[in-house]
C-alpha cells in the first residue's frame, strides 16, 4: 500500500512539472476595435468639451509573461483617432493619440483552451488636436488603462484575442488639461510562447 501511495504520489509530481514546464507563459499580439469617448472627451456642451466621436483604437503590441503562476506583467503599444462633431460648421477636427504603457498581469485559466486576464498599466501618451486650416496642437502626459481580456487557444501557438479597456489620459495642451476617457472593445489574434 505504501508502494502504491509513493508511486502514485511520484507520477502526480511527474505530471505536475511537466505541465509547467509545457505551459505555455507568454502571449504577443495585434488588436483593432472602436474607442469609445466618455465623459468631458465625448461631451459637445461642457466647459471642457472634447467633441470626440467614435473612433479606432489598434494595439499595435499586446503583450503578456506570466512567472509560472497567475501572475506577470504586460505591456501594450497603442494608437486610436477620433473625429471631432463640429456642429455642422463645416470645420473638421480630429483628436489622435498614442503611447507606450506597461503594468501588472493577473492570468487565470478557465478551460484548456480558454484564459482570462486582468491587467492594469500606466505609462506616456502623446496626444494631437488637428483642426483644418487652424493646423494643430500636441501634448503629452501620464496614461493609465484597466482591462480585462479572453484568450481562446484555438492551436497550441494561436489564440483569438478579445479585450476590453478603461483607458484615460489628462496631457496638457497650451494650458488646457483635456480629459481624454475611452473604453476600447478590440479583437485580434495572439501568438503565445514559451
Not at 505536475?16 to 459637445?44: E, H
Not at 488603462?145 to 494561436?158: E, I, M, Q, S
Not at 483607458?167 to 497650451?174: G, L, V
Request: hydrophobic share 45%.
Amino acid at each position: 500500500m505504501k508502494r502504491l501511495i509513493l508511486a502514485l504520489f511520484a507520477i502526480a509530481i511527474s505530471a505536475s512539472l511537466f505541465a509547467q514546464t509545457s505551459a505555455r507563459r507568454g502571449f504577443i499580439g495585434m488588436t483593432l476595435g472602436p474607442s469609445i469617448p466618455v465623459g468631458d472627451f465625448a461631451s459637445k456642451y461642457s466647459d471642457n468639451a472634447g467633441g470626440a466621436n467614435v473612433g479606432l483604437n489598434i494595439s499595435l503590441l499586446n503583450l503578456g509573461y506570466t512567472f509560472g503562476g497567475n501572475l506577470g506583467v504586460t505591456a501594450l503599444w497603442f494608437g486610436a483617432a477620433h473625429k471631432v462633431e463640429t456642429n455642422g460648421s463645416g470645420m473638421e477636427a480630429t483628436w489622435s493619440y498614442g503611447g507606450l504603457m506597461g503594468g501588472g498581469l493577473y492570468t487565470m485559466p478557465i478551460t484548456n483552451q480558454l484564459s482570462f486576464d486582468l491587467k492594469a498599466m500606466a505609462g506616456f501618451v502623446s496626444a494631437k488636436l488637428d483642426i483644418d486650416n487652424f493646423g494643430n496642437t500636441t501634448a503629452n502626459g501620464a496614461g493609465f488603462d484597466v482591462g480585462a481580456a479572453l484568450r481562446y487557444h484555438f492551436t497550441n501557438r494561436l489564440s483569438l484575442l478579445v479585450t476590453g479597456d478603461y483607458f484615460t489620459t489628462k496631457p496638457n495642451f497650451e494650458g488646457t488639461d483635456m480629459r481624454i476617457t475611452t473604453i476600447n472593445i478590440n479583437a485580434g489574434i495572439a501568438y503565445r510562447f514559451q
